[in-house]
């Protein structure tokens, strides 16, 4: 196999028997495999395809696609029917789980046990302990048998497993990210980084803004109308665009086909409000509804990096009293307040910040330094420095998301970072109306006109 393929899956398929009663099962194995009791079922059938080293590939499909059993045979955890699987390098996945972890044993005793499932030997193990137990971040919890812990603590530590045992190759299922959002960013630093130093990437998701934004290439499972068991792969915005097409188009068969004329509701000529009637009878005109916020507090015991010159000291959003503020809305005038402390005397101090999303994604960010530059702005040592920043937070879509801060000296990208903190707050979104791409747009009203459009 040349030597830039990572995997090369060629005609694999997995057949399952169903067994309508346990006992069939039985019959079965005696009458060495009589085939009278049982049915096959063909999860996954004649799929191929080869994944290059460095790539990182998203796998989509629906539920009972056969994503699972597909990555289970790459893994070498489940036995294929028919086909072959070559993979060049070392495979680490998170697929299920508490796969490779006994209940009754330790997190200390399953990492050893999981981690030699990779190859590592108890030495090489011992030596690595200890930055497991801290990616994992699960307190004492790791000398408790893992059958008492909760489903985050077990992928906490099962990620940090695989994050250790040098993988070349990874297999992740996003269903199973359930960890709080501080993991989460760590997981997609480690996961970056990873991807940054040419390791190959496979990533279950049904997700395709993440699949999108992680991946180059994808591949597609499903059954098709006639039957037949499909397979694509491309890139990842086509393979996404095919994905979200089909299921939208089965979407408008299903409502064409569950449409019930509804005769009861007022139509909305009658509708009573007022407001809504702007000019003529059929306009309608609405407010978009504002955003929910929730801030947590400042959190300083984060990861971070830099020169540390000086240090990041606070964060927090002020309401135009000078209030601090948990909770606002898109409607309200906020101010993120970042507060900083000089070590030493600084030419062009510069302080930013950057909104990140669950998968690790900029989503807002904004920075003093190309409004000042101009200013030639100094700073003794052992000062405060604060930067305001005057907003009106845009819809966001909603869902968690955590805040980064950094403090910089120097302009541009000529700079020196003395201290970039990563997830020093958690904003939770509450948006009803805003569910598809990254934030709605900042409206200042929205306005339907049946009949007359076109005129004005
Ligand atoms: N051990 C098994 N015996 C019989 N059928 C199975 C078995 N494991 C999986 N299946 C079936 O195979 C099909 C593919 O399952 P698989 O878990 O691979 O799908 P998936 O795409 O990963 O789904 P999801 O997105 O829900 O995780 C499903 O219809 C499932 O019911």
């Not at 597909?70 to 028919?82: D, Y």
């Not at 989460?184 to 999108?212: I, P, Y």
């Not at 309200?332 to 998968?359: C, E, N, S, W």
């Amino acid at each position: 196999m040349s030597s830039d393929i990572a995997i090369r899956v060629e005609h694999l398929s997995k057949c399952y028997h169903i067994f309508d009663k346990p006992v069939h099962r039985l019959y079965r194995m005696l009458q060495r495999g009589n085939k009278r009791h049982g049915r096959e079922f063909w999860a996954v059938e004649d799929v191929s395809f080869e994944i290059h080293r460095g790539e990182t590939v998203g796998i989509i499909g629906r539920n009972g696609a056969g994503k699972s059993t597909l990555l289970q045979m790459v893994c070498g955890t489940l036995n294929q029917t028919t086909g072959t699987v070559i993979v060049n390098g070392k495979i680490a996945a998170l697929l299920e789980l508490g796969a490779g972890f006994n209940p009754e044993f330790t997190g200390r005793e399953n990492v050893y046990l999981a981690a030699s499932l990779y190859g590592l030997s108890t030495a090489e193990v011992t030596k690595r302990f200890d930055a497991i137990a801290a990616f994992a971040d699960i307190g004492d919890f790791i000398e408790q048998p893992v059958k008492t812990y909760s489903s985050g603590m077990f992928v906490r530590l099962a990620f940090a497993v695989i994050a250790h045992v040098d993988a070349d190759i990874l297999v992740v299922d996003e269903a199973l990210s359930v960890g709080d959002a501080y993991f989460q960013q760590k997981c997609m630093r480690f996961l970056n980084e990873f991807q940054r130093r040419g390791g190959t990437l496979l990533f279950v998701s049904h997700d395709m803004g993440t699949v999108n934004a992680l991946c180059a290439s994808a591949i597609l499972l499903r059954r098709g109308s006639d039957g037949r068991y499909l397979c694509d792969a491309g890139t990842a915005k086509d393979i996404s665009t095919i994905y979200l097409r089909e299921m939208y188009a089965d979407r408008i068969e299903l409502s064409s086909i569950d449409a019930v004329p509804v005769v009861d509701e007022p139509s909305p000529k009658s509708t009573p409000d007022a407001d809504n009637i702007v000019d003529g009878p059929m306009a309608f005109l609405a407010k978009s509804p504002p955003t929910r916020f929730h801030a947590s507090s400042f959190r300083s015991d984060t990861e971070g990096f830099g020169a540390l010159g000086g240090i990041i000291t606070g964060a927090w959003f002020r309401g135009i009293n000078g209030e601090t503020l948990t909770e606002f809305t898109s409607a309200d005038q906020v101010t993120l307040v970042v507060r900083a402390h000089t070590y030493k005397a600084m030419t062009y101090p510069a302080i930013g910040f950057m909104v990140k999303d669950r998968k690790g994604q900029y989503v807002l960010t904004e920075s003093t330094d190309s409004y000042l530059r101009a200013q030639s702005i100094t700073a003794p040592a052992d000062t405060d420095i604060e930067a305001e920043f005057s907003m009106r937070m845009p819809n966001l879509v909603r869902g968690e998301y955590t805040l980064d801060v950094a403090f910089a000296e120097g302009p541009g990208l000529d700079h020196v970072q003395h201290h970039w903190l990563h997830d020093v707050m958690i904003i939770n979104v509450i948006n009803n109306h805003v569910v598809h791409g990254i934030a709605g747009a900042p409206s200042l009203s929205v306005r339907l006109v049946v009949g007359n459009a076109g005129t004005g």
